[in-house]
């Protein structure tokens, strides 16, 4: 974890949303998350503004009382795009949040604490959302590759949406 430990934990929150996605895509099992295609297909289909009620609305539900309910098991690994970001930003439960985000478990959570974790989930999708339609995997090009015929990217969906552009 290159940035933790070098510069102190910043106490402004868009800020504190960008140390920790730095702190997290230090970690190869936080890195790996990805929205699926039913996550991207379901974020743009809603909007910007129903995802953000939504991860309001499931940090609460799953990780926001003192115990929550099968905890460590609650977050599933697919069905929305707030699942995939909650693993991908360690929201995912009390065990995962306390041992990154430094929230003891044991009590419930705060408001404060929920919008913050929030704008961090949203954040996340955000980020990957604006990455996609890359394709990071893509050969890096060389003089052996360079004759292969790589596959077409996908091209860019001429947007027609009304809210976000990213979404
Ligand atoms: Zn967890």
Same mark, same amino acid.
């Given at each position: 974890?290159?940035?933790?430990g ?28 990805? +929205?699926?295609?039913? /996550? ?6 809603k ?6 009620r ?8 799953? %990780?926001? &009382?003192?115990? *929550? ?12 795009p %707030?699942? !995939?970001?909650?693993?991908? !930003? ?26 913050? +974790? @929030? ?6 999708? /955000?980020r990957? +959302?604006? &990455?996609? *339609? ?6 890096i090009?060389?003089? @052996?590759?360079?004759?292969?015929? %790589?596959?077409?990217?996908? *091209?860019?969906?001429?947007? !027609?949406? !009304? ?5």
């Amino acid at each position: 974890m290159p940035i933790e430990g070098t510069t102190p934990e910043p106490t402004d929150e868009p800020q504190w949303v960008m140390w920790t996605l730095q702190r997290l895509s230090g970690s190869p099992f936080r890195a790996k998350f990805r +929205l699926s295609d039913a /996550d991207l297909a379901y974020a743009r289909a809603k909007g910007r503004v129903t995802i953000d009620r939504h991860a309001h609305e499931m940090l609460r539900a799953r %990780v926001g &009382d003192a115990r *929550p309910i099968k905890d460590g098991k609650q977050t599933p690994w697919k069905g929305h795009p %707030v699942f !995939t970001a909650q693993h991908a !930003t360690a929201t995912c439960c009390r065990g995962c949040i306390m041992r990154w985000h430094h929230i003891p478990k044991g009590r419930p959570l705060t408001d404060a604490q929920i919008d913050r +974790l @929030a704008a961090l989930v949203m954040a996340w999708i /955000d980020r990957d +959302l604006c &990455d996609h *339609p890359m394709q990071p995997q893509l050969p890096i090009e060389t003089a @052996a590759s360079a004759a292969t015929p %790589v596959e077409s990217p996908r *091209p860019k969906p001429t947007s !027609t949406a !009304t809210m976000d552009p990213l979404f």
